[in-house]
């Protein structure tokens, strides 16, 4: 009879929160995404990474509601589950879940199931940076937006944004650093890395991910929705009805330099370009195949279904659009044959990034061809002035 691994790994979920900021009426973590759970969601990253004991913080009350979500995620990983009731502060919670970490594990992981969508890579690019150079790590994204000091309503300084970064979860830390730590904190910190800072270890960084932001909002949990919802099932057609053709779609979107924060173009983001202005990333590629999409299904334009009466979709990226998208073309009995887009601008230089490109496009659409061609109209018009962008696209559907 084999013994199965006791894992040196701990996987701290704290899923205590109320949510309050969120406004559904339950804790966050038990509000539903789809036809599960935040948490669920969660611990279904959670199980796909490296092997770990797994422990929950949950809400007074809510244990038994988190134990089944996490039994009918775990799969064979269903005896290193535990849950463990939560405390007044976010602290007081991991201290809780500290306390039922098995004594053999040498690495914790604290995560925040607010952050539904973390990939399992996240997981294990932290556990595997986790070490005595680096007792605590955690992972980053890049600050994209233009960041202000400010003093009331007035704007006192500009904040370099290459000291910035935006701190996510899961923070990785070894575990006899991270228990020292908590048995000397004597305040609250915004979270643990802070404390085993403050308590004078080394924090290091490793790469964050987009996925994993934090539901926080009412617009953040409709982003989650649109990033997790299945596709649509094509309504069923009566035989006796004319078959639907293939249709065709044309759209262009316009959007003039001058916006905050970076440019994002064609689904990717162009580290050292000025940004587009614009309701959401400005992203005139994007905007222009949803809008070739929507033409071809008849289904109207991109300001019936993302315009500024929408304000979840404010500096949403192309991945939210485009699946979005084409959710309502498969309500419609519509899949996407192929996507042509022509960009007309001086910057960025497409060339380098065109195969990428492509390929985040084709992904947000469920594999459909997307070919992308550039030209910078010779130095006329505003786009060879270097004012804006402008993107023709022509969309092919066929019946689903």
């Given at each position: 009879?084999?013994?199965?691994?006791?894992?040196?790994?701990?996987?701290?979920?704290?899923?205590?929160?109320?949510?309050?900021?969120?406004?559904?009426?339950?804790?966050?973590?038990?509000?539903?995404?789809?036809?599960?759970?935040?948490?669920?969601?969660?611990?279904?990253?959670?199980?796909?990474?490296?092997?770990?004991?797994?422990?929950?913080?949950?809400?007074?009350?809510?244990?038994?509601?988190?134990?089944?979500?996490?039994?009918?995620?775990?799969?064979?990983?269903?005896?290193?589950?535990?849950?463990?009731?939560?405390?007044?502060?976010?602290?007081?919670?991991?201290?809780?879940?500290?306390?039922?970490?098995?004594?053999?594990?040498?690495?914790?992981?604290v995560h925040d199931a607010a952050r539904a969508l973390t990939p399992p890579a996240v997981f294990e690019?932290?556990?595997?940076?986790?070490?005595?150079?680096?007792?605590?790590?955690?992972?980053?994204?890049?600050?994209?937006?233009?960041?202000?000091?400010?003093?009331?309503?007035?704007?006192?300084?500009?904040?370099?944004?290459?000291?910035?970064?935006?701190?996510?979860?899961?923070?990785?830390?070894?575990?006899?650093?991270?228990?020292?730590?908590?048995?000397?904190?004597?305040?609250?910190?915004?979270?643990?890395?802070?404390?085993?800072?403050?308590?004078?270890?080394?924090?290091?960084?490793?790469?964050?991910?987009?996925?994993?932001?934090?539901?926080?909002?009412?617009?953040?949990?409709?982003?989650?929705?649109?990033?997790?919802?299945?596709?649509?099932?094509?309504?069923?057609?009566?035989?006796?009805?004319?078959?639907?053709?293939?249709?065709?779609?044309?759209?262009?979107?316009?959007?003039?330099?001058?916006?905050?924060?970076?440019?994002?173009?064609?689904?990717?983001?162009?580290?050292?370009?000025?940004?587009?202005?614009?309701?959401?990333?400005?992203?005139?590629?994007?905007?222009?195949?949803?809008?070739?999409?929507?033409?071809?299904?008849?289904?109207?334009?991109?300001?019936?279904?993302?315009?500024?009466?929408?304000?979840?979709?404010?500096?949403?990226?192309?991945?939210?659009?485009?699946?979005?998208?084409?959710?309502?073309?498969?309500?419609?009995?519509?899949?996407?044959?192929?996507?042509?887009?022509?960009?007309?601008?001086?910057?960025?230089?497409?060339?380098?990034?065109?195969?990428?490109?492509?390929?985040?496009?084709?992904?947000?659409?469920?594999?459909?061809?997307?070919?992308?061609?550039?030209?910078?109209?010779?130095?006329?018009?505003?786009?060879?002035?270097?004012?804006?962008?402008?993107?023709?696209?022509?969309?092919?559907?066929?019946?689903?």
């Amino acid at each position: 009879m084999s013994i199965a691994p006791v894992p040196r790994v701990c996987v701290i979920v704290v899923a205590a929160g109320s949510g309050t900021r969120l406004g559904a009426g339950a804790p966050k973590a038990f509000v539903g995404l789809d036809e599960h759970t935040i948490l669920r969601h969660a611990l279904s990253g959670v199980f796909a990474a490296p092997l770990a004991q797994v422990v929950i913080v949950a809400p007074v009350g809510r244990e038994g509601a988190a134990l089944t979500d996490a039994l009918e995620t775990a799969g064979d990983r269903r005896d290193l589950v535990s849950v463990v009731t939560g405390g007044a502060t976010r602290q007081d919670s991991v201290a809780a879940g500290l306390h039922a970490v098995w004594p053999d594990v040498e690495v914790v992981l604290v995560h925040d199931a607010a952050r539904a969508l973390t990939p399992p890579a996240v997981f294990e690019r932290v556990i595997a940076a986790v070490g005595i150079d680096a007792p605590g790590v955690i992972p980053v994204t890049p600050v994209v937006d233009t960041i202000k000091r400010v003093a009331g309503a007035d704007v006192i300084a500009a904040v370099d944004r290459a000291e910035l970064a935006a701190a996510q979860t899961p923070q990785g830390f070894d575990r006899a650093v991270l228990d020292a730590a908590y048995r000397r904190a004597d305040q609250d910190f915004t979270d643990d890395a802070a404390l085993v800072a403050a308590a004078g270890h080394r924090v290091a960084v490793v790469e964050g991910d987009p996925r994993a932001f934090k539901i926080t909002t009412p617009a953040d949990l409709e982003r989650a929705r649109g990033l997790v919802a299945p596709l649509p099932v094509a309504p069923s057609v009566s035989l006796n009805a004319a078959p639907m053709m293939p249709r065709v779609g044309l759209g262009t979107d316009v959007h003039g330099f001058g916006g905050e924060g970076a440019l994002w173009l064609a689904g990717l983001e162009w580290p050292g370009e000025q940004a587009l202005s614009g309701h959401s990333d400005g992203d005139a590629v994007a905007h222009a195949i949803v809008d070739a999409l929507l033409a071809a299904a008849g289904l109207g334009d991109i300001g019936t279904h993302f315009g500024t009466d929408h304000p979840e979709y404010a500096g949403a990226h192309a991945e939210v659009f485009l699946r979005r998208t084409l959710g309502l073309l498969g309500e419609a009995g519509w899949r996407v044959g192929n996507v042509s887009v022509q960009v007309q601008a001086n910057r960025p230089r497409f060339s380098a990034r065109r195969a990428e490109a492509e390929s985040v496009l084709s992904a947000a659409l469920g594999g459909a061809s997307v070919s992308l061609s550039a030209t910078t109209t010779d130095g006329l018009g505003f786009t060879g002035r270097g004012e804006g962008v402008a993107a023709f696209a022509v969309a092919l559907l066929v019946p689903a």
